[in-house]
């Protein structure tokens, strides 16, 4: 099993939709979470980066964290076609090893 | 800043081959990564530097690969032997190493590397 799952995908949603993308964990060590963003043929950009548990807001993108559960979450609200991308969940125990998922492929339909 | 620059953007090369992709970090950062990424397997850390020393190198596949940081703006990553199954993209990311206050990695464009 690997550390960190997440659903590829693809995933495809009308514009304005509410996105949810997540991800589950095994290791109960990890304490920082991320979100990139990945548009095709380019490398990965930091979206949200979260410490420990609870709700992290910006714009139109929110972070959450489950520790208990081992369940992350970022939602995207009001949906634009510029989102369509691949987006990764990566974690870290508090070093600068992350661990990333293999990303969930989102489209966004104009 | 111009970011995090790779070279080759791309490379094709034959089985066998020696091959050698190029990095250059964001001046100032202090921690460079080497990562792999594939369809199957996702996007995994190969090695890490900080301040030009590998601090883990517990991703690098085999003894085919290598990894140097002459310097605080250069650093390559060298496969010799290459194979087929060394197919990927190759990433490299840099950070400031800001401890407690963020982790984040900027990555750099990518050398998608084919070797037939």
């Known amino acids: 099993q690997k550390e960190v799952e997440q659903d590829p995908g693809p995933l495809s949603v009308p514009e304005g939709a509410i996105v949810s993308l997540n991800c589950t964990y095994s290791?109960?060590?990890?304490?920082?979470f991320m979100w990139y963003r990945q548009y095709s043929r380019k490398g990965p950009e930091l979206l949200m980066y979260?410490?420990?548990?609870g709700n992290k807001e910006d714009g139109r993108f929110t972070a959450q964290v489950d520790k208990s559960s081992k369940y992350i979450s970022l939602f995207i609200r009001d949906s634009q076609p510029s989102d369509s991308a691949t987006y990764l969940c990566?974690?870290?125990?508090?070093?600068?090893?992350?661990?990333f998922g293999t990303g969930t492929r989102l489209k966004v339909l104009a | 800043d111009a970011g995090v620059i790779q070279s080759p953007r791309h490379e094709v090369t034959e089985m066998g081959q020696e091959v050698t992709l190029r990095c250059k970090p964001i001046?100032?950062?202090?921690?460079l990564f080497w990562y792999r990424q594939t369809m199957m397997r996702g996007l995994e850390l190969l090695i890490y530097?900080?301040?030009?020393?590998?601090?883990?190198d517990s991703g690098m596949p085999e003894d085919r690969f290598s990894a140097k940081m002459p310097n605080a703006s250069f650093s390559t990553l060298k496969i010799q032997p290459s194979e087929p199954r060394d197919s990927a993209v190759y990433f490299c990311?840099?950070?400031?190493?800001?401890?407690?206050?963020?982790?984040?990695?900027?990555f750099g464009p990518g050398t998608r590397l084919t070797v037939t």
């Open positions: 990311a840099s950070s400031l190493g800001i401890q407690g206050t963020s982790y984040e990695q900027y």
């Open positions: 290791n109960s060590a990890f304490q920082y």
């Open positions: 979260t410490y420990s548990s």
């Open positions: 990566a974690m870290s125990a508090g070093t600068y090893k992350y661990i």
């Open positions: 001046s100032g950062h202090d921690y």
């Open positions: 530097f900080n301040n030009n020393v590998p601090i883990d």
